[in-house]
């Protein structure tokens, strides 16, 4: 029986992991080697500090109702898209209200995680940690691994020919990149788009004299504003929308998707993506990025062939003189040093661990990964439904024989990724079946039509999965039929007084009523379907 659990890292995930093992009556005893909670979103000014942090502009991509921990709303009066300081301070809240700090022993780090002699009868873990120069063995029955995938930066200079020998510029990873003061005036160059690459490329256009964006892949970029000037994510990561594209031909799903992010601008025309190309690529939301590039602050470049003294010379042929600096926002290598390279090697590839979270060669599964996926939605909420799922395992509840039919071979029941990234409703509705706190749609059509309406067409927040099952928060009903009131609060600062607020959506959601019952008769009659009834999509 599990009892004491080692939880390693105190950011997002590690906080979220700790909460749960208090649920489940376990004792956690959460390792952190900073001073202080929030992980990354904790802004630190200098690279030095021992620790990967955001930059000084970073906002979220996520809302924050999309973002927010089941059971522990966002504050109404924060704005929708968050910046560092607020994320940091909705996580000492957090720990606040559940007392998770009694449970956290900080500057102390993890220096191994080692099984025990008897693992294969008792699964239980020696844990060495240090602490001031001083080194601790401790024995747990089960380990959560809570340090995240920003770990070591991935500095790929060998590809790109005179860089290190022949460039006189500047040149670092995104990592050290703090804010855009230093960089007035200069030529730029940043060598990577993915979300951190554009967004740095964003932010240094506004005091260097220009910017080079320059990658390799395509990039469909979308608005963080949607439709009624909503959050994107609550208009789109929807149940219905999910529906839809499990009920409609790919082809069919891919000319929509193409459409509705060419409706903001031709990505063609701007050089980012081909309609003619396999969708999506890469799917961002970044606001400012077009205009950047109709200014002119942003010019958009293919891949770098070399550098010479001062310049860039690119593959298309092109060359940009006088570079002062080059940015390589590329990314992350995988770094859990603490673990024993049985363990490491296969959490290099998440996809061989069983549902992204359990290392399946071990004879006891009583370590888990804990928030090490990337998903078209919020991972934070992705993290959540995984602790809850972990520590019911260890608690010798739901999901036990699960786990024992797939140890020792691989997970061929995912939902297929998107971009690299899993689809956000599939997975998380996946896990909360196996944590058994899934929402059955058909007894909440049965018992709360109004509510059912709700999960339903509304978006897929963290708070459904605590609407039933293990785990069952009271407060779960008012917080998703009010979701959209907490949207609304941070821009009623200035009420007009002939304005007047339409919500006639919620009589078409009536009309749309035997959507909901002809989608679950649908699926309840498809087996042959594969993973997705298993999977919870509706059901």
């Given at each position: 029986?599990?009892?004491?659990?080692a939880?390693?890292?105190a950011?997002?995930?590690?906080?979220?992991a700790?909460?749960?093992?208090?649920?489940?009556?376990?004792?956690?005893?959460?390792?952190?080697?900073?001073?202080?909670i929030?992980?990354?979103?904790?802004?630190a000014?200098?690279?030095d500090c021992?620790?990967?942090?955001?930059?000084?502009?970073?906002?979220?991509?996520?809302?924050?109702?999309?973002?927010?921990?089941?059971?522990?709303?966002c504050?109404?009066?924060?704005?929708s898209f968050?910046?560092h300081?607020?994320?940091?301070?909705?996580?000492?809240?957090?720990?606040?209200?559940?007392?998770?700090?009694?449970?956290?022993?900080?500057?102390t780090?993890?220096?191994?995680?080692?099984?025990?002699?008897?693992f294969?009868?008792?699964g239980?873990?020696?844990?060495?940690?240090?602490?001031e120069?001083?080194?601790?063995?401790?024995?747990?029955?089960?380990?959560?691994?809570?340090?995240?995938?920003?770990?070591?930066?991935?500095?790929?200079?060998?590809?790109f020919?005179g860089i290190?020998?022949?460039?006189?510029?500047?040149?670092?990873?995104?990592?050290?990149?703090?804010?855009?003061?230093?960089?007035?005036g200069k030529?730029?160059?940043?060598?990577?788009?993915?979300n951190?690459g554009?967004?740095i490329?964003?932010?240094?256009?506004?005091?260097a004299?220009?910017?080079?964006?320059?990658?390799?892949?395509?990039?469909?970029?979308f608005?963080?504003?949607a439709?009624?000037?909503?959050p994107?994510?609550?208009?789109?990561?929807?149940?219905?929308?999910?529906?839809?594209?499990?009920?409609?031909?790919?082809?069919?799903?891919?000319?929509?998707?193409?459409w509705?992010v060419?409706?903001?601008?031709?990505?063609?025309?701007?050089?980012?993506?081909?309609?003619?190309?396999?969708?999506?690529?890469?799917?961002?939301?970044?606001?400012d990025?077009?205009?950047?590039?109709?200014?002119?602050?942003i010019?958009?470049?293919?891949?770098?062939k070399?550098?010479?003294?001062t310049s860039a010379?690119?593959?298309?042929?092109?060359?940009?003189?006088?570079?002062?600096?080059?940015?390589?926002?590329?990314?992350?290598?995988?770094?859990?040093?603490?673990?024993?390279?049985?363990?490491?090697?296969?959490?290099?590839?998440?996809?061989?661990?069983?549902?992204c979270?359990?290392?399946?060669?071990?004879?006891?599964?009583?370590?888990?990964?804990?928030?090490?996926?990337g998903?078209?939605?919020?991972?934070?909420?992705?993290?959540?439904?995984?602790a809850?799922?972990?520590?019911g395992?260890?608690?010798?509840?739901?999901?036990?024989a699960?786990?024992?039919e797939?140890?020792?071979?691989?997970?061929?029941?995912?939902?297929?990724?998107?971009?690299?990234?899993?689809?956000?409703?599939?997975?998380?509705?996946?896990?909360a079946?196996?944590?058994?706190?899934?929402?059955?749609m058909?007894?909440l059509?049965l018992?709360?039509?109004?509510?059912a309406?709700a999960?339903?067409?509304?978006?897929?927040?963290s708070y459904?999965?605590?609407?039933?099952?293990?785990?069952q928060?009271?407060?779960a009903?008012?917080?998703?039929?009010?979701?959209?009131?907490?949207?609304?609060?941070?821009?009623?600062?200035?009420?007009?007084e002939?304005?007047?607020?339409?919500?006639?959506?919620?009589?078409?959601?009536l009309l749309?009523l035997?959507?909901?019952l002809?989608?679950?008769?649908l699926?309840?009659k498809?087996?042959?379907?594969?993973?997705?009834?298993q999977?919870?999509?509706?059901?």
């Open positions: 029986m599990v009892r004491q659990v939880v390693i890292g950011g997002a995930s590690g906080l979220v700790t909460k749960c093992c208090l649920d489940e009556g376990l004792e956690p005893t959460c390792f952190e080697r900073s001073e202080d929030g992980g990354l979103w904790r802004f000014d200098n690279a021992g620790r990967v942090s955001v930059y000084r502009s970073v906002i979220s991509n996520t809302s924050k109702e999309m973002s927010c921990f089941s059971d522990f709303p504050p109404e009066d924060f704005p968050l910046p300081s607020l994320f940091l301070e909705y996580f000492r809240m957090y720990a606040r209200h559940f007392q998770l700090l009694r449970h956290i022993r900080f500057k780090t993890v220096i191994s995680v080692r099984k025990r002699p008897d294969a009868t008792s239980q873990w020696e844990v060495i940690t240090e602490t120069g001083i080194q601790e063995s401790h024995v747990f029955d089960a380990v959560m691994v809570c340090a995240g995938k920003f770990q070591q930066p991935h500095l790929p200079l060998a590809s020919p290190e020998t022949r460039f006189r510029g500047q040149y670092f990873h995104s990592l050290e990149y703090k804010d855009a003061a230093a960089f007035q030529r730029v160059l940043v060598v990577g788009m993915g951190t554009c967004d490329a964003v932010d240094m256009s506004h005091v004299a220009k910017v080079f964006l320059s990658g390799r892949s395509s990039k469909w970029v608005s963080r504003v439709n009624h000037g909503f994107w994510d609550m208009h789109n990561t929807t149940r219905f929308n999910h529906f839809l594209e499990w009920l409609l031909p790919s082809a069919i799903m891919k000319r929509i998707k193409i509705k060419n409706s903001w601008f031709n990505h063609e025309i701007y050089g980012l993506a081909s309609a003619k190309r396999y969708f999506p690529v890469g799917f961002w939301g970044l606001n990025l077009p205009f950047c590039m109709l200014s002119g602050t010019v958009l470049k293919s891949n770098v070399e550098f010479t003294e010379v690119f593959e298309d042929g092109t060359t940009e003189e006088n570079i002062d600096v080059v940015v390589f926002a590329t990314g992350y290598n995988f770094s859990f040093s603490f673990l024993e390279e049985s363990i490491c090697n296969p959490l290099k590839n998440n996809r061989t661990l069983y549902k979270v359990f290392p399946p060669q071990l004879e006891r599964p009583t370590l888990a990964v804990i928030g090490l996926i998903l078209t939605g919020s991972v934070m909420v992705g993290a959540e439904i995984q809850r799922w972990v520590t395992v260890f608690a010798g509840g739901r999901g036990t699960g786990i024992g797939v140890l020792g071979r691989e997970d061929s029941n995912l939902p297929e990724k998107q971009n690299s990234k899993l689809n956000f409703i599939s997975y998380t509705s996946e896990i079946s196996c944590a058994g706190v899934k929402p059955s058909l007894r059509l018992t709360d039509p109004r509510l309406l999960v339903f067409f509304g978006p897929c927040t459904q999965y605590r609407l039933m099952g293990r785990g928060w009271s407060g009903r008012a917080a998703i039929l009010t979701q959209w009131q907490r949207v609304l609060k941070p821009l009623r600062t200035r009420v007009l002939d304005s007047a607020t339409s919500y006639s959506w919620h009589w078409l959601g749309a035997p959507t909901v002809v989608a679950g008769f699926l309840s498809c087996p042959r379907l594969g993973w997705a009834p999977a919870g999509l509706l059901f």
